[in-house]
């Protein structure tokens, strides 16, 4: 009898490499984390202003096997007792995504083991699950993050209706444009957040980006235009700017965007609860206004610690598993997807 036929647990080993995080986790029955390892590779993307995608392909190639041994051991685990490899298959950089479908299908084939291919925005939507052990559908979501922006009514596992997304930049996409601009650099969001915290979120008024037609949608393009164009107008007046209330006024528009949204569709779709995910997620002003926007209207306010917002492998081993106890299995031609939709398999 194999170890894994001895134990109740599901526990799936999962693995995230869509951008700049080489990670994998350990997650049994997906809510319990046994373990999550991460590693990042910010402090070189940081020379170059932003994720040189070769380069992250590059890094995943070095480090992939030892996160992931890294992975069982913190677990106390051999491979022998996983029920499930899981890995994210897009969206993300395709080069940085083969490299952890490479490696899953590779430990999937060898340990002749179920192998199921994940959304990373699915990934991100379930960190709530560890996070909350008594959340489940129905309930809306916002995902925040570098490259996308979905508000999202969660129907069941692994059912979802995006009900809106960005036309645009992504709202991580913004704050890192605009951390650029305003001197503060790589990665923007986290910056931003913490000079936002000696600054006046008043003292400048910038635009609200709308989309016409399309209540849910979102566009943050026309907003860091317009914090370039403040910028350049104060330095051909030569008058000096403070960065804080820049950054304050910025994360404002943005922060007022993404809870005017999610306030609408809670109106209109009547959730119960709300949650958010992504690496914006994790911005304190968002997570404050949430807070007290779902509390007005007595509506059950949920988020993961910022080590769950970010990229990480646990989220994909949560979502996996409710892939799992249905039946989903991908097979050995699963190949990465850059441009991968939600809902689409
Ligand atoms: O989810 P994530 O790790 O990667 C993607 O799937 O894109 O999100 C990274 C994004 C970056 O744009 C980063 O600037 C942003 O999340 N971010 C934040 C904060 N922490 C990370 N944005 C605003 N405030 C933060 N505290
Ligand atoms: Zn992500």
Same mark, same amino acid.
């Not at 699950?129 to 979905?150: A, K, N, Q, R």
């Not at 000079?195 to 006046?200: F, K």
């Given at each position: 009898?194999?170890?894994?036929?001895?134990?109740?647990?599901?526990?799936?080993?999962?693995?995230?490499?869509?951008?700049?995080?080489?990670?994998?986790?350990?997650?049994?029955?997906?809510?319990?984390?046994?373990?999550?390892?991460?590693?990042?590779?910010?402090?070189?993307?940081?020379?170059? !202003? &932003?994720?040189?995608?070769?380069? $992250?392909? %590059?890094?995943?190639?070095?480090?992939?096997?030892?996160?992931v041994q890294q992975a069982l051991d913190d677990a106390q685990m051999s491979l022998d007792e996983m029920d499930a490899v899981a890995v994210t298959y897009g969206p993300g950089l395709v080069g940085a995504l083969l490299v952890g479908v490479a490696e899953a299908k590779a430990i999937a084939?060898?340990?002749?083991?179920?192998?199921?291919?994940?959304?990373?925005?699915?990934?991100?939507?379930?960190?709530?699950?560890?996070?909350?052990?008594?959340?489940?559908?129905?309930?809306?979501?916002?995902?925040?993050?570098?490259?996308?922006?979905?508000?999202?009514?969660?129907?069941?596992?692994?059912?979802?209706?995006?009900?809106?997304?960005t036309a645009d930049d992504a709202a991580g996409e913004a704050f890192d444009k605009v951390?650029?601009?305003?001197?503060?650099?790589?990665? !923007? &969001?986290?910056?931003?957040?913490? $000079?936002? %915290?000696?600054?006046?979120?008043?003292?400048?008024?910038?635009?609200?980006?709308?989309?016409?037609?399309?209540?849910?949608?979102?566009?943050?393009?026309?907003?860091?235009?317009?914090?370039l164009n403040y910028l350049n107008d104060k330095k051909m007046k030569g008058v000096q700017i403070r960065t804080e209330d820049v950054a304050a006024s910025f994360q404002k528009s943005v922060v007022d965007v993404l809870v005017g949204h999610s306030e609408a569709a809670i109106r209109e779709y009547g959730f119960r609860k709300f949650a958010i995910a992504g690496g914006v997620a994790s911005n304190s002003a968002l997570r404050e206004a949430m807070e007290a926007m779902c509390r007005k209207r007595q509506v059950e306010f949920y988020r993961p610690s910022p080590i769950l917002c970010t990229d990480n492998a646990a989220m994909i081993g949560a979502a996996a598993y409710y892939e799992y106890i249905k039946g989903v299995r991908s097979d050995w031609s699963l190949n990465a997807i850059p441009n991968l939709k939600l809902g689409e398999r």
């Open positions: 009898m194999r170890q894994n036929e001895a134990h109740t647990d599901i526990r799936i080993l999962a693995i995230e490499s869509s951008c700049d995080e080489t990670a994998a986790a350990v997650v049994a029955n997906g809510r319990k984390v046994l373990s999550n390892v991460i590693s990042s590779q910010i402090d070189i993307h940081t020379l170059y !202003g &932003g994720v040189v995608p070769e380069i $992250a392909s %590059r890094k995943h190639i070095e480090r992939i096997n030892q996160v084939w060898a340990k002749n083991l179920p192998f199921i291919g994940v959304h990373h925005i699915e990934g991100h939507i379930s960190a709530n699950y560890i996070e909350h052990p008594d959340l489940e559908p129905p309930f809306g979501c916002l995902v925040v993050s570098g490259g996308h922006t979905h508000l999202v009514r969660v129907k069941d596992y692994g059912e979802y209706e995006i009900l809106g997304k951390a650029r601009a305003i001197g503060l650099g790589y990665p !923007g &969001g986290p910056k931003i957040d913490k $000079a936002a %915290r000696s600054g006046d979120p008043l003292a400048i008024e910038f635009p609200h980006g709308k989309v016409r037609g399309s209540e849910y949608d979102f566009s943050f393009s026309g907003l860091k235009s317009a914090v």
